[in-house]
């Protein structure tokens, strides 16, 4: 697989996902996509596992001191996650999606500029979009991104059925934004050492257990105001690592 293999294949997922629903129409019964969704947040589950165990590899255990680790992981988050809250970034999102819509289709009245406008938010908004991306440019694994096309394809079906081959057309602005912050991660793989991603791997998976809490309609986090703590790990761990 290459660098952008995991966006590629978001991009290939929302196109077919559009195209089954334009073509069958949303013939899913709600039981099922539930059901679907319950399937998807156990995954997500057993992959922010999969990351948060990154707290205890042995470059960042040896490149710090005892204990700091998750100490790191907790600093991050708590300071993180103030700032995000501070400058409110979620709201901020989602103000961000409202603001487009209404800019770009104010009556409603054009299915394909909703199905565009709609789409293309969802897709892009959120964490997954980030974090995979990322992750997928430092070539730490594409399951982020898996999960998150996974989710697309049947967001894209649902919404195709109803406005559709709009929802199509939003693959273009998720490629170009899932490329940019693939390209922050290739540029931050090199630059950062291997504890330094490590930490950083595990922050992201803690977001994950929030969205996975979300997927499962157990807990709702504001994943967006924690994005900030994936850019104090690496920091914090550089600091303790000077200790």
Same mark, same amino acid.
């Given at each position: 697989?290459? =660098?952008?293999?995991?966006?590629?294949?978001?991009?290939?997922? =929302?196109?077919?996902?559009?195209?089954?629903?334009?073509?069958?129409?949303?013939?899913?019964?709600?039981?099922?996509? /539930?059901?679907?969704?319950?399937?998807?947040? $156990?995954?997500?589950?057993?992959? &922010?596992?999969?990351?948060?165990? &990154?707290?205890?590899?042995?470059?960042?255990?040896?490149?710090?001191?005892? @204990?700091?680790?998750?100490? +790191?992981?907790?600093?991050?988050?708590?300071? @993180?996650?103030?700032?995000?809250?501070?400058?409110?970034?979620?709201?901020?999102?989602?103000?961000?999606?409202?603001?487009? !819509?209404? #800019?770009?289709? #104010?009556?409603? #009245?054009?299915?394909?500029?909703?199905?565009?406008?709609?789409?293309?938010?969802?897709?892009? +908004?959120?964490?997954?979009? =980030?974090?995979?991306?990322? /992750?997928?440019?430092?070539?730490?694994?594409?399951?982020?991104?898996?999960?998150?096309? +996974?989710?697309?394809?049947? $967001?894209?079906?649902?919404?195709? $059925? $109803?406005? @559709?081959?709009?929802?199509?057309?939003?693959?273009?602005?998720?490629?170009?934004?899932?490329?940019?912050?693939?390209?922050?991660?290739?540029?931050?793989?090199?630059?950062?050492?291997?504890?330094?991603?490590?930490?950083?791997?595990?922050? @992201?998976?803690?977001? %994950?257990?929030? +969205?996975?809490?979300?997927?499962?309609?157990? !807990?709702? =986090?504001?994943?967006?105001?924690?994005?900030?703590? %994936?850019?104090?790990?690496?920091?914090?761990?550089?600091?303790?690592?000077?200790?």
């Amino acid at each position: 697989m290459f =660098i952008g293999f995991g966006t590629a294949l978001n991009i290939i997922t =929302i196109l077919f996902g559009s195209a089954m629903g334009v073509l069958i129409g949303n013939k899913l019964r709600e039981s099922t996509r /539930s059901l679907m969704m319950d399937v998807l947040g $156990a995954v997500t589950l057993i992959s &922010a596992a999969a990351s948060v165990f &990154a707290m205890w590899d042995e470059s960042l255990v040896m490149s710090t001191p005892k @204990g700091a680790p998750l100490l +790191i992981v907790l600093a991050a988050l708590l300071v @993180g996650g103030g700032v995000g809250a501070f400058f409110n970034i979620e709201s901020r999102l989602e103000n961000l999606g409202v603001y487009l !819509k209404e #800019k770009l289709d #104010k009556d409603g #009245k054009s299915p394909f500029v909703e199905g565009f406008v709609t789409a293309s938010l969802i897709f892009v +908004i959120g964490p997954l979009a =980030i974090l995979g991306s990322i /992750s997928d440019g430092m070539a730490t694994g594409i399951e982020q991104l898996t999960l998150k096309s +996974i989710l697309d394809f049947f $967001a894209a079906m649902a919404f195709a $059925a $109803a406005l @559709g081959w709009g929802v199509a057309a939003s693959a273009l602005p998720v490629g170009i934004y899932q490329f940019f912050w693939t390209g922050v991660g290739l540029l931050v793989g090199q630059v950062l050492t291997d504890y330094q991603i490590s930490a950083m791997t595990a922050v @992201g998976g803690v977001l %994950l257990f929030g +969205i996975a809490l979300k997927l499962l309609k157990i !807990k709702e =986090i504001a994943i967006g105001n924690l994005l900030p703590s %994936l850019a104090l790990a690496p920091l914090l761990a550089l600091i303790a690592n000077m200790l």
